[in-house]
């Protein structure tokens, strides 16, 4: 079994307040762009889960990763054995704010849940509830990636409503050599209370409600993120914002033209990763 795990985007973020469990209270609008990881699977005869990753910039234990957590989390509440060669292919950043990792979860998730179901026929071998409960447990970005299209989240990414008039545009995202850790955003960022929200139905509710509230302390301790976003907006870019928590940087276009002249003249600079991709309406794993 094969399948595609996306990326994502934060058009709108604002951060409301720390919780008493510890995590912050969020009001963002999240959305799938076609910037993919690819993740595979097949039976080993028993031989307990084999977990690769190629393609990686993070060393870490391989217990830590997010795909073997997944997986752990599934068999312990499935009560199943995942014996398991699973293979991840990695083409998004890590620590970009692009959440490679929760969809990488995710996909795990939706893919164990498809591979161990009681028959063909079957939706899988845990229910809904159970897997957004496995999700959250993960990561408060891996629960949007179940089912990922357009949506707005609040909480600490438990509450998701989608989005269903959500305008689609196409991007240029730039990830330079730096990575900012999300506990590290969080400290340095002031919440801010508020209670409404603006609608974003079209490209100029895009323009005029662009917000990433990590970007009130975080433009001013890596002057780099607001050069990439100068430089987006310069060559035709009708917004840029940094992605989540950093440190990848993100243009909106709204003309396949105007988007691959950015990412040729700005490929050429050397900056850092770059890609070109657009948003996702839906996104099915299998």
Not at 86 to 108: F, V
Not at 111 to 130: E, Q, V, Y
Not at 189 to 215: I, M, Y
């Amino acid at each position: 079994m094969k399948i595609l795990t996306p990326a994502k985007i934060n058009p709108l973020l604002y951060i409301l307040g720390k919780r008493k469990d510890g995590f912050h209270e969020l009001y963002m609008h999240m959305v799938p762009v076609s910037l993919f990881d690819k993740l595979s699977f097949s039976n080993n005869n028993k031989k307990g889960l084999i977990f690769h990753v190629k393609g990686a910039t993070f060393s870490e234990p391989q217990e830590d990763n997010l795909v073997v957590r997944a997986v752990r989390l599934f068999e312990e509440v499935a009560g199943v054995t995942a014996d398991l060669d699973i293979n991840l292919e990695k083409h998004i950043p890590s620590c970009a704010g692009l959440g490679g990792g929760s969809g990488n979860a995710a996909g795990t998730l939706r893919a164990l849940n498809n591979i161990f179901r009681l028959s063909s026929t079957s939706p899988g071998l845990l229910p809904p509830k159970t897997l957004f409960e496995l999700a959250l447990e993960l990561g408060s970005d891996v629960p949007f990636f179940l089912e990922p299209s357009p949506c707005e989240i609040r909480g600490r990414g438990e509450k998701l409503i989608p989005l269903t008039e959500y305008p689609e545009f196409l991007l240029v995202i730039i990830k330079p050599a730096l990575s900012i850790p999300t506990p590290d955003a969080y400290l340095n960022c002031l919440p801010e209370e508020r209670t409404s929200f603006p609608e974003v139905k079209s490209f100029a509710d895009l323009k005029s409600h662009l917000n990433n509230q990590f970007e009130t302390s975080l433009l001013s301790q890596y002057p780099l993120l607001s050069e990439l976003k100068s430089l987006l907006l310069q060559n035709g870019a009708f917004g840029a914002l940094v992605s989540g928590s950093g440190s990848a940087v993100f243009g909106l276009f709204n003309k396949k033209i105007l988007q691959i002249q950015a990412f040729k003249k700005l490929s050429c600079l050397q900056l850092g990763e770059i890609f070109y991709c657009e948003t996702l309406t839906t996104h099915r794993y299998y």
